[in-house]
């Protein structure tokens, strides 16, 4: 009996170890919410025919934003694409800036072949401190504030996610993860995974007191 609860635990420590987000970033598994039009235009921008030099996207943490600018450079290897712009050095806001003034004279070569450049930030482009010069590239073409998704949305989400794996996922469970959990999809996303886990090795239905227990294991392991 020992063994068997030793290696359950060991088990469900190993779970919550791989709770982290399970699915490389793609513009097919990002959740849209209320930012259809800046992933349109994201798409426009890679496409090499374009006139879409520029984008600028900002957003709360968790609103999506690394996770578009991943997938823009899983998408396309002519954009340069940065993220968290508000972290850059003073050499690297000049290094940037330049950039902007090179893609902008469409002086791309072998070297740094881009057509694009595709930056994210924290808050608009004027408030987060860069040098004046940069923050005005910043602004020079598009620019889309992105919107966290509701919770009805992170619901329906869940939901879908669940759905996807064949796993019955009850709508308390979602509530109390969206109440006491971090509220970034990825997260709430891996531990439906784990828990979903959790569940086909123990073969009892996933609830809320099933929750309780891994959250409770993560805390005193």
Known sequence: MQTNTTSLHNTMKQLLLDIQPPATPSFQN????????????LNLALNAESAIRFIYIWGEAGSGKSHLITACKMANA????????????????????????????????????????????NAAPTHMGLRE????????????????????????????????????LPTEVIDYCLRYLRRDLPTLI???NALDEWSLTTKKPVTVPMLRQLLQFSINP
């Open 78 to 121: 002519h954009a340069i694409c940065i993220d968290d712009v508000q972290l850059l050095d003073d050499a690297a806001q000049i290094d940037l800036f330049n950039t902007y003034n090179q893609i902008r004279d469409n002086n791309a070569d072998q070297n740094n072949p881009a057509r694009a450049l595709i930056v994210s930030g």
């Open 190 to 192: 891996a531990t439906i």
């Open 30 to 41: 990002f959740v849209v919410g209320g930012n259809a039009e800046a992933l349109y235009s």
């Open 133 to 168: 010069d940069l923050a005005t590239r910043l602004a020079w073409g598009l620019t889309y504030q992105l919107q966290p998704l509701s919770d009805e949305e992170k619901a329906l989400a869940l939901l879908s996610h669940a759905h996807a794996r064949g796993m019955r």
